[in-house]
């Protein structure tokens, strides 16, 4: 639809003063394209889906004169760049635009109906992008009272089902049914049989989650018959509708059926998968506003920018109904890759991958250098400028502080680019050569401006954790490298710097033991005069000491060394060192179903480690693909064992330890 601002531009011009009659002629050039021409433009590229050119338009006339002084021209153009922003997934800036639109259209300009019910809509999926499905089933109920024609209602209606879909009652069923009523009334069904197929999986997937299965597998069946059957050439649509397919197979007891349907999907038979090389990847913790129970589960279904950072996200099925289903789907929205891993992952798996997800029960356990880091943004929190904006997932992040680096740059530089240098150069999203780099700027500008001993040996420890590479020669190196630091006399000085130091360098890594000196170092911070026998640097290394004490046979010992921490068996789990895996496990018992069908997969395992090495608790928390390898994945942690820890009690040396257990089929590697 085209706004006319021609009456407004006409009074714009009529407005400029006069005197530039008698001015010489000047040579022809190209004729300036007018706001109106400038408007239409950019509603075509929103229209025809080129939204960053038409966004750009849009912004760039919006302050003209004939746009500020036509509200209902300044309203249009909000209401369509809001769109643009929208699917651009600038989704604070598309809320304020669309808002500020649907304010300025009028309700009683019918030729503006469709504006408003677009915008109206696109305020939805805002909402839905945001995981606000409260926001957005409002949203789209008032897009539904704007609807134009037919097609415009089953839009309404099914987003409206995909808002609702984990309330209690059955609305999501009701409006699904309602699009499909319309949508079968329609005089050319072979037109409309993609739409229908479509919402009859809105309408499963609505049933699945709310314990209706066996209905689900039928009209989910009938939908991937909609589709053309079970094919092997596949599109986004038909990997949703035989994933949903899969889930109510398995939900009724099918499960070759389930792995069949899954199998016609793709998922766990690329060489590339998501799960191959995560950054950061974390399920939800139990409990909770939520009251996540361990045994909850649901299936997410996402997709990855190629930043590396997650761009869709949304709950499909889980076992527990209301914010338990958006917790999930939150968790998973701050997952992140490494750009040059998402460039191998297929286009059509990084627009759609599924994944099922259990909360964890582990407690967050930082490493000992985390005091360093802590040490370190305390004094850079008072430099010029400030620490940067925090935002949530590792590649979101990299992006904003590549921005910010470069705007302080811009704006004179120095001290004040300190506090980012040191954020991009723990991102383990980015490059390592760049955070070298980035890390080196950090250190020298701490130097040149005589920052606290902490905050210098932050950053050269965190030079030094850069370059380990977890072999046994370079286990020595990142030793030597901190035995280096430690032995500055500033650095000896500093009972936290030197403290943390000797905890870094006594920890026992993979591949390779405790130091010789350990027990002395150890030893050394539990003597030190200057921490306070509260001290967690303290109660750290006398937890460490026992357990060396303890696999010397020297059980006397260890018993008074752990009576010295104070503290409980738990809290002394989470300041021990992290136990060093032995053996890996069993990965012989491979699934014959998963073999027979081709599927490859990943699972993130959880445990708690017993004093002996063993493991206990396991459970998966997350699994791709979906319900496959689960109970392949248990078996392996179950076998998997640890170095012994000391714990007079004999409860677990470590709570929620995770592992990372991948099933690989030979023919699929390239």
Not at 510 to 527: G, K, M, N, Q, W
Request: net charge neutral.
């Amino acid at each position: 639809m085209i706004i006319s601002i021609a009456a407004a531009l006409l009074a714009s011009v009529a407005a400029e003063p006069a005197g530039s009659a008698a001015a010489a002629p000047m040579p022809a050039t190209p004729a300036k394209r007018t706001v109106q021409q400038d408007f239409d433009a950019a509603s075509r590229a929103i229209e025809e889906g080129r939204y960053e050119e038409g966004v750009k338009t849009f912004e760039a006339i919006e302050q003209r004169a004939p746009i500020q002084r036509d509200p209902i021209a300044r309203g249009t153009l909000l209401a369509r760049k809001g769109i643009g922003l929208m699917v651009l997934d600038r989704l604070g800036e598309a809320q304020t635009a669309l808002t500020g639109g649907l304010k300025l259209i009028a309700a009683e300009r019918s030729d503006l109906l469709v504006d408003r019910f677009r915008a109206q809509h696109a305020l939805g999926q805002v909402a839905l992008k945001q995981l606000n499905y409260a926001a957005a089933a409002d949203a789209f109920g008032r897009s539904l009272a704007l609807a134009y024609d037919n097609s415009s209602r089953i839009r309404a209606l099914t987003a409206l089902s995909r808002a609702t879909a984990f309330d209690a009652g059955d609305a999501s069923v009701r409006y699904a049914e309602q699009a499909l009523a319309i949508a079968r009334a329609e005089p050319d069904q072979a037109a409309m049989k993609r739409m229908i197929a479509g919402i009859d999986t809105l309408r499963g997937r609505a049933l699945l989650n709310h314990g209706r299965a066996e209905e689900a597998y039928e009209i989910l069946q009938k939908a991937m018959e909609e589709q053309g059957g079970l094919d092997r050439k596949v599109d986004a649509d038909e990997i949703i509708t035989r994933s949903d397919l899969a889930i109510a197979a398995l939900l009724t007891g099918r499960e070759d059926a389930a792995r069949r349907y899954l199998a016609f999907t793709g998922a766990g038979r690329i060489a590339e998968t998501p799960f191959e090389t995560p950054t950061d990847m974390r399920p939800p913790s139990c409990g909770g506003p939520a009251d996540l129970k361990p045994d909850d589960v649901a299936v997410v279904e996402f997709s990855i920018r190629d930043d590396g950072s997650v761009g869709v996200v949304a709950p499909i099925y889980a076992s527990v109904n209301g914010q338990g289903a958006l917790v999930f789907a939150d968790a998973v929205r701050n997952w992140s890759w490494q750009p040059e891993n998402v460039a191998r992952i297929p286009p059509l798996f990084r627009l759609v991958t599924r994944v099922e997800l259990r909360c964890s029960t582990g407690a967050d356990r930082p490493p000992i250098s985390q005091l360093l880091s802590a040490a370190f943004m305390n004094w850079a929190a008072s430099l010029p400028g400030g620490p940067p904006r925090p935002v949530a997932g590792e590649a979101a992040a990299l992006v904003s502080l590549k921005a910010e680096l470069a705007r302080r740059e811009a704006s004179g530089g120095g001290i004040t680019l300190l506090p980012v240098l040191a954020a991009l150069g723990r991102n383990d999203v980015a490059p390592r050569a760049e955070r070298e780099a980035w890390l080196i700027r950090a250190r020298d500008l701490t130097i040149n401006a005589r920052g606290p001993v902490t905050a210098r040996v932050a950053m050269e420890a965190a030079l030094a954790e850069l370059a380990l590479d977890w072999t046994k020669r370079g286990n020595e190196t990142y030793r030597t490298a901190l035995r280096t630091i430690l032995a500055r006399p500033e650095v000896g000085a500093d009972a936290i710097a030197a403290n943390t130091l000797k905890l870094m360098i006594s920890d026992p890594l993979y591949r390779s033991p405790a130091p010789a000196d350990a027990s002395t170092l150890l030893r050394e911070v539990t003597e030190d005069p200057r921490l306070s026998t509260a001290n967690q640097l303290r109660i750290g290394a006398l937890v460490r000491l026992a357990t060396l004490q303890a696999a010397s046979d020297n059980l006397a010992a260890a018993a008074a060394s752990y009576d010295r921490t104070g503290l409980d068996t738990k809290q002394c789990a989470l300041l021990d060192a992290e136990p060093v895996r032995r053996a890996q496990g069993n990965l012989g018992d491979f699934p014959m179903e998963a073999m027979r069908w081709g599927f490859e997969g990943w699972v993130r395992t959880e445990y708690d480690i017993l004093p002996d090495g063993k493991t206990s608790a396991q459970r998966a928390i997350i699994a791709y693909p979906p319900f496959v390898f689960r109970q392949a994945a248990l078996s392996v942690a179950k076998n998997v064992s640890y170095a012994k820890s000391y714990r007079p009690d004999g409860s677990a040396g470590c709570g929620g330890m995770h592992l990372n257990i991948g099933f690989r089929l030979p023919a699929l590697r390239h």
